[in-house]
C-alpha cells in the first residue's frame, strides 16, 4: 500500500485525512482507515504524537460526514473487536483521543448505531469514566435534556452503564437525577408529555438493570421519589400524565416490595403502558463469541441442542388420572337429583311508574328492600319526562335536584348514562329554571368535584340539543306513488291544472339518485337562540370566588379546565344568536385572567374558547368591539406557539393564528 511508503508520521496522517476526505463516499473509505491504523503502531513519543494529531484529523472528517462514516465504522468495528482484545484496545483508544468538539457527535453515533449494549461496551470501554464531556453527553444530554431519541437508543445506554462496575455508579446516580425530575411538580406541569414519557422510560430500564443489594440500599430513596411523583402525577389533568404516573409508580413498587404487597392502580391498557411495562423486564445480553464459520457453526448449534433420553420422553406423556372413588361417592347423592325445566319460564317484570309524580315518590322514598322498582323508574324516567313535557314544568327544578344527588343503589348497567340522558331531557324541556338551578349549585358548597363536572356535562349535552335543528314532518320514500303536497284551493283556476302537469313532469322524469328516505325539513327557531345566556353568564361570574371546599384557581385545576372547555362549547353553539356578541366579550376577558395558568389542559381550555370566539361572533362585530383586545390576544396566540411546553396549546394557537389572519387583513384594508 501507498501508506507503507511514508516514513514521516505527519505526512502518513496528513495523507490519510486527505484519503478519508476523498474517499469517504466511496467503499474504500473503510480500508484506508484501518490500514491507517495497522500501519502507526510504535511506542514512546511517536505513539504518543500519534494519539494527539490522528483522531484529530480523523475526527475532522467525522464532522463533515459522521454520517457516512460511522454508518460503515461502527459495523466494521463491531466485528472486529468480538473476538479481539487488541482491536477493543484500539478503538477505546481511538475515542477517548477525540476532541471535546465532536465528542458528542461520536458518542451519539456510536450509541445510535451499536446493535446491543454488549457491543457498545466492547466499543466506548469505560469512555464516560475517563472522559468529562462524554460523561456528560451520555448521563445528563442524552437522557434530561434530549427527548428525540429511540426506546432502542435508550435501552443501549443504560444497558452499557450497567455492565461495567465502575459505570454502574453512574447508572445509580442517573436513576436518582431521572426520579428528581420525574417527581418534581414544576417539571411536571412545564415539560412537554413526550419529554416526560421519555423519563420515564429511562426510569424503567434503570430499574430492570438494578441488583438486588443496590435496591436494599437506595429502598427508601425510591420509596419516597415514588410517593412525590405519584402524587404530583395525579394531580395532574390530562389523563395520559395520571396513567403514566401510575405504571411508573406500579413498576417502583414491584421492584422494591419483592415480598410484601405492591401498589396497584385501575386504569385502561393501551400500547402505550403495555410497552413500558415491558421495559422492567431486562432484555437478555449475547455474549461476545468469536465469529465462525458457516460450517462450524451449524455443527456447534448442533451440539448445542439439549439430548433428551427415550426414557425421558416417555415420561413426559401424560398419564391417565385415576378417579377417587371415596370423592365420587360423596357425592352419588347429588347427581340422582333432577333438574327443574326451567325452559318456558318468564323472568317477572316490574311494572314501571307511570306519571312523574309517582317516579319522584319512587327515587326519594327511603324503603330500600324493593330495588326492582327502583330500577325500573330509572330506565323508563327519560321517556316519561319527553312524553310529558307540561307535567315535567310542574317538577322540573324539583326533579333536576333529585337527579344531582342520585346515587346508584343496585348495579344498574349504564346508571350514569341513563342519570345523565334524563338530566338532559328535563333541562331542554324547561330550560330556563332548570339553567338557573344548575348554575347556582355548581358554585355551592358541599358538592363533590364529580357533582360539577356532571352539571358542566349536562349543560353542554343540553345547549347541543336546543341548538340542533328539529326533524320533523312524514318520512317521503321513494317510489311511484309519492305522496303530493296537498295545496290549498284558490280563486284562480289555474293552479290546478299547473299542479296536475308538474307532477306528470316529476312522475315522468327519470333520476339517477333515488334514494334513501329522508326528511321533509321544516324551519324552526334555534331554541338554544333565547335561553343561551341562562347557560353562559352564571357560570363565568364567579370562577375567581374560592369557597371553602371549592378553589377553581388553586387545587381545583381539573374542574376549571372542564369550565374553560364547557364555556367553548357553549360560545359555538351560540352562533347567529342575540346574545353572542356579549358571550364573546365576556369570554375574553375570562380567557385574558387566566392566560398564563400553568396546568396545560386549562391553556388548552382558553384557546378552544378563542377559537369558538372566532368562529361565531360575526366578523364585523370583532372589529367594532374587539380590535384592541384581539390584537393583544394575537401576540399571546404567537408567545404560546413557539414557547409553550405542551404539544396540543401550539397546535390550537396555530389553527387560532389562522384564524386570525383574515380578520387582519379587513383590518389592514382602507376604506375607499
Same mark, same amino acid.
Given at each position: 500500500?501507498?501508506?507503507?511508503?511514508?516514513?514521516?508520521?505527519?505526512?502518513?496522517?496528513?495523507?490519510?485525512?486527505?484519503?478519508?476526505?476523498?474517499?469517504?463516499?466511496?467503499?474504500?473509505?473503510?480500508?484506508?482507515?484501518?490500514?491507517?491504523?495497522?500501519?502507526?503502531?510504535?511506542?514512546?513519543?511517536?505513539?504518543?504524537?500519534?494519539?494527539?494529531?490522528?483522531?484529530?484529523?480523523?475526527?475532522?472528517?467525522?464532522?463533515?460526514?459522521?454520517?457516512?462514516?460511522?454508518?460503515?465504522?461502527?459495523?466494521?468495528?463491531?466485528?472486529?473487536?468480538?473476538?479481539?482484545?487488541?482491536?477493543?484496545?484500539?478503538?477505546?483508544?481511538?475515542?477517548?483521543?477525540?476532541?471535546?468538539?465532536?465528542?458528542?457527535?461520536?458518542?451519539?453515533?456510536?450509541?445510535?448505531?451499536?446493535?446491543?449494549?454488549?457491543?457498545?461496551?466492547?466499543?466506548?470501554?469505560?469512555?464516560?469514566?475517563?472522559?468529562?464531556?462524554?460523561?456528560?453527553?451520555?448521563?445528563?444530554?442524552?437522557?434530561?435534556?434530549?427527548?428525540?431519541?429511540?426506546?432502542?437508543?435508550?435501552?443501549?445506554?443504560?444497558?452499557?452503564?450497567?455492565?461495567?462496575?465502575?459505570?454502574?455508579?453512574?447508572?445509580?446516580?442517573?436513576?436518582?437525577?431521572?426520579?428528581?425530575?420525574?417527581?418534581?411538580?414544576?417539571?411536571?406541569?412545564?415539560?412537554?408529555?413526550?419529554?416526560?414519557?421519555?423519563?420515564?422510560?429511562?426510569?424503567?430500564?434503570?430499574?430492570?438493570?438494578? *441488583?438486588?443489594?443496590?435496591?436494599?440500599?437506595?429502598?427508601?430513596?425510591?420509596?419516597?421519589?415514588?410517593?412525590?411523583?405519584? *402524587?404530583?402525577?395525579?394531580?395532574?389533568?390530562?389523563?395520559?400524565?395520571?396513567?403514566?404516573?401510575?405504571?411508573?409508580?406500579?413498576?417502583?413498587?414491584?421492584?422494591?416490595?419483592?415480598?410484601? %404487597?405492591?401498589?396497584?392502580?385501575?386504569?385502561?391498557?393501551?400500547?402505550?403502558?403495555?410497552?413500558?411495562?415491558?421495559?422492567?423486564?431486562?432484555?437478555? !445480553?449475547?455474549?461476545?463469541?468469536?465469529?465462525?464459520?458457516?460450517?462450524?457453526?451449524?455443527?456447534?448449534?448442533?451440539?448445542?441442542?439439549?439430548?433428551?433420553?427415550?426414557?425421558?420422553?416417555?415420561?413426559?406423556?401424560?398419564?391417565?388420572? #385415576?378417579?377417587?372413588?371415596?370423592?365420587?361417592?360423596?357425592?352419588?347423592?347429588?347427581?340422582?337429583?333432577?333438574?327443574?325445566?326451567?325452559?318456558?319460564?318468564?323472568?317477572?317484570?316490574?311494572?314501571? %311508574?307511570?306519571?312523574?309524580?309517582?317516579?319522584?315518590?319512587?327515587?326519594?322514598?327511603?324503603?330500600?328492600?324493593?330495588?326492582?322498582?327502583?330500577?325500573?323508574?330509572?330506565?323508563?324516567?327519560?321517556?316519561?319526562?319527553?312524553?310529558?313535557?307540561?307535567?315535567?314544568?310542574?317538577?322540573?327544578?324539583?326533579?333536576?335536584?333529585?337527579?344531582?344527588?342520585?346515587?346508584? *343503589? !343496585?348495579?344498574?348497567?349504564?346508571?350514569?348514562?341513563?342519570?345523565?340522558?334524563?338530566?338532559?331531557?328535563?333541562?331542554?324541556?324547561?330550560?330556563?329554571?332548570?339553567?338557573?338551578?344548575?348554575?347556582?349549585?355548581?358554585?355551592?358548597?358541599?358538592?363533590?368535584?364529580?357533582?360539577?363536572?356532571?352539571?358542566?356535562?349536562?349543560?353542554?349535552?343540553?345547549?347541543?340539543?336546543?341548538?340542533?335543528?328539529?326533524?320533523?314532518?312524514?318520512? *317521503?320514500?321513494?317510489?311511484?306513488?309519492?305522496?303530493?303536497?296537498?295545496?290549498?284551493?284558490?280563486?284562480?283556476?289555474?293552479?290546478?291544472?299547473?299542479?296536475?302537469?308538474?307532477?306528470?313532469?316529476?312522475?315522468?322524469?327519470?333520476?339517477?339518485?333515488?334514494?334513501?328516505?329522508?326528511?321533509?325539513?321544516?324551519?324552526?327557531?334555534?331554541?338554544?337562540?333565547?335561553?343561551?345566556?341562562?347557560?353562559?353568564? %352564571?357560570?363565568?361570574?364567579?370562577?375567581?370566588?374560592?369557597?371553602?371546599?371549592?378553589?377553581?384557581?388553586?387545587?381545583?385545576?381539573?374542574?376549571?379546565?372542564?369550565?374553560?372547555?364547557?364555556?367553548?362549547?357553549?360560545?359555538?353553539?351560540?352562533?347567529?344568536?342575540?346574545?353572542?356578541?356579549?358571550?364573546?366579550?365576556?369570554?375574553?376577558?375570562?380567557?385574558?385572567?387566566?392566560?398564563?395558568?400553568?396546568?396545560?389542559?386549562?391553556?388548552?381550555?382558553?384557546?378552544?374558547?378563542?377559537?369558538?370566539?372566532?368562529?361565531?361572533?360575526?366578523?364585523?362585530?370583532?372589529?367594532?368591539?374587539?380590535?384592541?383586545?384581539?390584537?393583544?390576544?394575537?401576540?399571546?396566540?404567537?408567545?404560546?406557539?413557539?414557547?409553550?411546553?405542551?404539544?396540543?396549546?401550539?397546535?390550537?394557537?396555530?389553527?387560532?393564528?389562522?384564524? #386570525?389572519?383574515?380578520?387582519?387583513?379587513?383590518?389592514?384594508?382602507?376604506?375607499?
Amino acid at each position: 500500500m501507498i501508506l507503507e511508503s511514508f516514513s514521516n508520521l505527519n505526512d502518513s496522517i496528513i495523507l490519510v485525512v486527505f484519503l478519508l476526505q476523498e474517499q469517504f463516499r466511496t467503499a474504500n473509505c473503510t480500508l484506508y482507515f484501518f490500514h491507517a491504523v495497522k500501519i502507526l503502531k510504535f511506542s514512546g513519543q511517536s505513539q504518543m504524537s500519534l494519539y494527539q494529531s490522528c483522531p484529530s484529523g480523523v475526527f475532522t472528517v467525522f464532522s463533515c460526514a459522521s454520517e457516512e462514516i460511522l454508518g460503515v465504522l461502527v459495523p466494521r468495528l463491531t466485528d472486529l473487536t468480538k473476538s479481539d482484545c487488541i482491536w477493543q484496545r484500539i478503538c477505546w483508544r481511538l475515542v477517548e483521543c477525540v476532541p471535546d468538539r465532536w465528542m458528542e457527535a461520536v458518542v451519539l453515533g456510536f450509541v445510535q448505531r451499536a446493535p446491543g449494549a454488549d457491543v457498545l461496551s466492547r466499543l466506548l470501554g469505560n469512555l464516560v469514566v475517563k472522559n468529562k464531556k462524554a460523561q456528560f453527553v451520555v448521563t445528563q444530554k442524552m437522557l434530561l435534556l434530549q427527548y428525540g431519541h429511540t426506546t432502542e437508543v435508550l435501552q443501549n445506554l443504560l444497558g452499557y452503564l450497567s455492565l461495567d462496575s465502575l459505570r454502574r455508579t453512574l447508572l445509580l446516580r442517573v436513576l436518582q437525577e431521572l426520579l428528581e425530575t420525574w417527581s418534581s411538580s414544576s417539571a411536571v406541569k412545564h415539560s412537554p408529555a413526550e419529554q416526560q414519557l421519555y423519563i420515564s422510560k429511562a426510569i424503567l430500564i434503570c430499574l430492570s438493570h438494578l *441488583k438486588e443489594p443496590e435496591i436494599e440500599t437506595h429502598r427508601q430513596e425510591l420509596l419516597t421519589s415514588m410517593m412525590e411523583g405519584v *402524587k404530583c402525577r395525579l394531580d395532574s389533568s390530562l389523563l395520559q400524565q395520571r396513567r403514566l404516573g401510575m405504571v411508573v409508580a406500579e413498576s417502583i413498587s414491584l421492584k422494591i416490595n419483592t415480598e410484601g %404487597p405492591v401498589l396497584k392502580f385501575e386504569y385502561e391498557e393501551d400500547d402505550e403502558t403495555r410497552e413500558l411495562k415491558s421495559l422492567l423486564v431486562q432484555t437478555p !445480553s449475547f455474549c461476545n463469541v468469536p465469529s465462525l464459520p458457516d460450517d462450524d457453526r451449524n455443527e456447534k448449534a448442533g451440539a448445542a441442542l439439549p439430548l433428551v433420553p427415550e426414557s425421558n420422553e416417555k415420561s413426559h406423556t401424560a398419564a391417565p388420572v #385415576m378417579p377417587n372413588e371415596e370423592s365420587d361417592t360423596e357425592f352419588d347423592s347429588d347427581d340422582d337429583l333432577i333438574p327443574y325445566d326451567m325452559s318456558e319460564d318468564k323472568e317477572l317484570k316490574i311494572k314501571a %311508574p307511570v306519571y312523574i309524580r309517582d317516579c319522584i315518590e319512587v327515587l326519594t322514598g327511603s324503603r330500600t328492600e324493593d330495588v326492582d322498582k327502583w330500577e325500573a323508574t330509572v330506565k323508563a324516567l327519560e321517556s316519561l319526562v319527553r312524553k310529558n313535557p307540561a307535567a315535567t314544568r310542574e317538577v322540573s327544578v324539583e326533579l333536576a335536584k333529585i337527579l344531582l344527588h342520585l346515587e346508584e *343503589k !343496585s348495579s344498574i348497567e349504564g346508571f350514569v348514562e341513563l342519570r345523565q340522558r334524563t338530566q338532559v331531557a328535563v333541562l331542554t324541556t324547561d330550560p330556563i329554571p332548570v339553567a338557573k338551578y344548575l348554575t347556582s349549585q355548581f358554585y355551592s358548597l358541599n358538592y363533590s368535584l364529580r357533582q360539577r363536572m356532571d352539571i358542566l356535562d349536562v349543560l353542554v349535552l343540553a345547549a347541543q340539543e336546543l341548538s340542533c335543528p328539529k326533524f320533523c314532518g312524514k318520512t *317521503k320514500h321513494s317510489g311511484a306513488q309519492k305522496p303530493c303536497i296537498q295545496l290549498l284551493q284558490g280563486s284562480d283556476s289555474s293552479k290546478g291544472w299547473r299542479r296536475v302537469v308538474d307532477e306528470r313532469i316529476k312522475n315522468k322524469t327519470r333520476r339517477l339518485d333515488k334514494g334513501h328516505c329522508d326528511m321533509e325539513l321544516a324551519s324552526r327557531p334555534n331554541e338554544f337562540n333565547s335561553v343561551a345566556g341562562y347557560f353562559f353568564f %352564571p357560570l363565568i361570574q364567579h370562577f375567581d370566588r374560592p369557597l371553602t371546599t371549592f378553589d377553581l384557581l388553586g387545587e381545583d385545576h381539573l374542574v376549571l379546565g372542564r369550565l374553560a372547555h364547557t364555556l367553548a362549547i357553549l360560545m359555538y353553539l351560540a352562533v347567529n344568536t342575540v346574545a353572542v356578541t356579549a358571550m364573546g366579550k365576556a369570554l375574553l376577558e375570562f380567557v385574558w385572567a387566566l392566560r398564563f395558568h400553568t396546568d396545560s389542559y386549562v391553556r388548552q381550555g382558553l384557546l378552544s374558547c378563542i377559537s369558538s370566539l372566532l368562529l361565531s361572533v360575526p366578523t364585523e362585530r370583532i372589529l367594532a368591539d374587539m380590535t384592541e383586545e384581539l390584537l393583544e390576544t394575537q401576540s399571546w396566540l404567537g408567545d404560546v406557539m413557539e414557547k409553550d411546553p405542551d404539544g396540543d396549546c401550539r397546535r390550537l394557537a396555530l389553527q387560532n393564528l389562522l384564524l #386570525m389572519e383574515n380578520l387582519k387583513k379587513k383590518l389592514e384594508v382602507v376604506p375607499s
